[in-house]
């Protein structure tokens, strides 16, 4: 195997490289390349860097926004839940409110009811109490007008004296009642 050397340089005679650039174009590339890095940082890096920093600040205002908008939410959800629990206490003393106030007012029907029965009961018992006397002074009549005729009749002379026929009608009416209260204690008795 044999190797196969080429020369670098044209002072031994032969021919350049082309895969190598010549000194002057390396020197005008490297001058090139520093002035448009230098372009590049005072034109377009300071373009980037306020890209960014605007970026970064919608970004950081995005989420300070959020997170008072976060901060919002949670006041404003428990300033609901403070006027829910309030609502609801306050919707418990009324319905409490109702209950009491609907126990009073049945006790005030009781009483007026209770009242009103008590009154009707009164005035009925009176009511008795006035007709049962004037029935008893209507019979005492009736029973004395018989009785002094009968007994009219019996003896055959006129029982016509009132202050006699009232006697006799009251003796005769006071038997009775002695008679029915003797049958009464008999049965009570036995």
């Known amino acids: 195997m ?23 174009e390396i020197i005008f590339a490297f001058v090139f390349l520093i002035l448009l890095a230098i372009a590049f940082a005072k034109v377009v890096v300071p373009k980037f860097e306020k890209a960014y920093a605007d970026r970064t600040a919608a970004i950081e205002g995005g989420m300070n926004e959020a997170k008072q908008a976060q901060a919002e939410a949670k006041a404003a959800l428990d300033k609901y839940n403070a006027q829910l629990a309030e609502a609801r206490q306050e919707a418990a003393k009324i319905r409490e409110d109702a209950r009491e106030q609907g126990a009073q007012i049945i006790a005030e029907m009781r009483e007026q009811a209770n009242a009103e029965a008590e009154r009707i009961v009164t005035h009925a018992r009176t009511q008795i109490d006035a007709e049962r006397t004037q029935a008893v002074a209507s019979l005492r009549s009736e029973v004395g007008t018989m009785a002094t005729t009968l007994a009219g009749r019996i003896v055959g002379e006129s029982l016509e004296d009132e202050a006699r026929q009232r006697r006799t009608v009251e003796r005769f009416l006071a038997d009775l009642e002695a008679s029915e209260s003797a049958r009464q204690a008999v049965g009570t008795d036995g």
Not at 3 to 17: C, D, I, R
């Open 2 to 24: 044999k190797t196969l050397v080429l020369p670098l340089s044209e002072a031994a005679g032969e021919t350049a490289n082309p895969l190598l650039p010549h000194t002057a």
